[in-house]
């Protein structure tokens, strides 16, 4: 089982960038997808969630209106659109896959927003 995250960098303050989050070894169209975060010093945090069809997503407040959770099932993939990036997003993102009892994260991508 494997999930590799790609797409992290350095951005400005306002800038865009999207994650991905590509999975191999699970039946990937099954399983409930997420991002999360941690920063420097600070606990892990649920950034979004997209139900199995992609038929349901949820976000953390702090993104809402910013960020957009999709998948694409044929590619194995999923994806997080990041807009108006501030310099609090900066984090490192992860993307996890569960059902039911079953958990699967990737090791994460180094997302910094800095002038």
């Known amino acids: 089982v494997q999930l590799v995250e790609s797409g992290g960098g350095l951005v400005q303050p306002g800038g865009s960038l999207r994650l991905s989050c590509v999975a191999s070894?699970?039946?990937?169209?099954?399983?409930?997808m997420s991002w999360y975060r941690q920063a420097p010093g600070k606990e892990r945090e649920l950034v979004a969630t997209?139900?199995?069809?992609?038929?349901?997503?949820n976000y953390a407040d702090s993104v809402k209106g910013r960020f957009t959770i999709s998948r694409d099932n044929a590619k194995n993939t999923v994806y997080l659109q990041m807009n108006s990036l501030e310099p609090e997003d900066t984090a490192v993102y992860c993307c996890?896959?569960?059902?039911?009892?079953?958990?699967?994260w990737g090791q994460g991508t180094q997302v910094t927003v800095s002038s």
């Open positions: 997209i139900t199995p069809s992609g038929g349901r997503t």
């Open positions: 070894g699970f039946t990937f169209s099954s399983y409930d």
């Open positions: 996890k896959g569960t059902r039911w009892s079953r958990t699967y």
